[in-house]
């Protein structure tokens, strides 16, 4: 899938989605929204009402030339991440997106629930909102307790209070650490 987008599904949670858009369109990353459903109106897990860029019917899935660059972002929240997981057909675009090369990040459950799909995580690091790590440790993936992770084209982000840091630490695989510094600094962080 080319280019970077977020996928938002029933009960998404607010900061991590919407953060994230957020700091990436600070660092110069054009990033689209896509709702999971065929509406473009997606509801978060605190009832915020949120107009997606694209439903479902209009997402256009391109994938030669998928690789680094192009990432799928997956942010938490409950029913959010369970909702994203539970769409069978997002899951093997995901899946065919990983293999291709193309990068991975998630926060909060998402990285328990939908990371935890793909195959050869073995040895990889990650974190994610706590009680969620199972399913990856089980596929000898290593957890850590840290507020974001890169490991490769897999990014990992701890929970809502994290969502900052992991839209940086987007922004700093795509585009250098000396646009994340100028973001962080824009930020006041």
């Not at 307790?145 to 490991?151: A, F, N, Q, R, W």
């Not at 990014?155 to 973001?183: C, D, M, N, P, Q």
């Amino acid at each position: 899938m080319k280019g970077v987008h977020i996928f938002l599904a029933p009960g998404f949670e607010d900061m991590e989605a919407l953060g994230t858009r957020d700091v990436l369109l600070r660092g110069g990353i054009p990033v689209l929204t896509v709702s999971i459903n065929d509406e473009y109106l997606v509801e978060s897990s605190h009832g915020l009402q949120v107009t997606a860029d694209v439903n479902w019917n209009d997402l256009e899935v391109m994938e030669p030339g998928t690789d680094a660059s192009d990432v799928m972002i997956f942010p938490g929240g409950m029913p959010g991440s369970k909702n994203l997981a539970e769409h069978a057909q997002l899951m093997e675009i995901l899946q065919d997106h990983w293999q291709r090369g193309g990068t991975v990040a998630a926060i909060c459950a998402a990285p328990g629930l939908v990371v935890s799909q793909l195959p050869g995580l073995e040895g990889r690091r990650f974190t994610c909102f706590d009680g969620f790590e199972e399913a990856l440790i089980g596929k000898g993936a290593v957890y850590t307790p840290e507020g974001s992770v890169t490991d490769g084209n897999l990014i990992t982000g701890r929970g809502a209070g994290r969502a900052v840091e992991f839209g940086l630490a987007i922004v700093s695989y795509l585009k250098g650490e000396e646009t994340a510094a100028k973001v962080r600094a824009g930020l006041m962080l």
